[in-house]
């Protein structure tokens, strides 16, 4: 399977950062992997990383509801007021412990490519790669 270029996660919480990230560099998905604590930071990065590399552009990312500063859904209004030659082919699965019926409702009017709880599994990340990039993982080492 060829890597995903890149991927950015975003919570708030170092020690689901660390976790989700030593899963998808254990699983091999990408050698590039950006945090980002809040909404703020991640659409700092997403500007930042594909206007000046495209090539270290996130094309996938796990993004938290509940975060300070900006929550996700906060993150995902003023990612679609982008001028439409900034906003890049993104794959956005919120990844979340909310069972809020009104964080349910707003997600559903936002473009996101899928909706998982808490925690990140090898399966999916498995379910994401195949049914978003059409990628398989290869076995575990």
Same mark, same amino acid.
């Given at each position: ?11 708030? #919480?170092?020690? %689901?950062? +660390?976790?989700?990230?030593? @899963? /998808?560099?254990?699983? #091999? ?13 991640? @659409? ?10 495209? =090539?270290?552009?996130?094309? /996938?990312? +796990? ?6 500063? !900006?929550?996700?859904? =906060? +993150? ?8 439409? &030659?900034?906003? &890049?082919?993104?794959?956005?699965? !919120?990844? %979340? ?19 998982? #709880?808490?925690?990140? %599994? ?6 994401? /790669?195949?049914?978003? +990039?059409?990628?398989? /993982?290869?076995?575990?080492?």
């Amino acid at each position: 399977m060829p890597k995903i270029p890149c991927v950015l996660l975003v919570d708030d #919480d170092p020690t %689901t950062n +660390f976790l989700n990230k030593k @899963l /998808l560099l254990r699983l #091999d998905v990408t050698d590039n992997i950006r945090v980002a604590r809040n909404g703020q930071e991640a @659409l700092y990065a997403m500007r930042e990383h594909c206007q000046q590399q495209p =090539q270290d552009c996130p094309v /996938l990312v +796990f993004l938290d509801i509940n975060m300070p500063v !900006m929550t996700g859904i =906060q +993150f995902l209004e003023a990612y679609q007021q982008l001028p439409v &030659q900034e906003q &890049q082919a993104v794959v956005v699965v !919120m990844l %979340t412990t909310s069972v809020s019926p009104r964080d349910q409702q707003l997600i559903q009017e936002l473009p996101i490519a899928d909706y998982l #709880d808490k925690p990140l %599994t090898q399966e999916k990340v498995q379910a994401v /790669l195949q049914q978003h +990039f059409g990628e398989e /993982l290869r076995a575990e080492r």
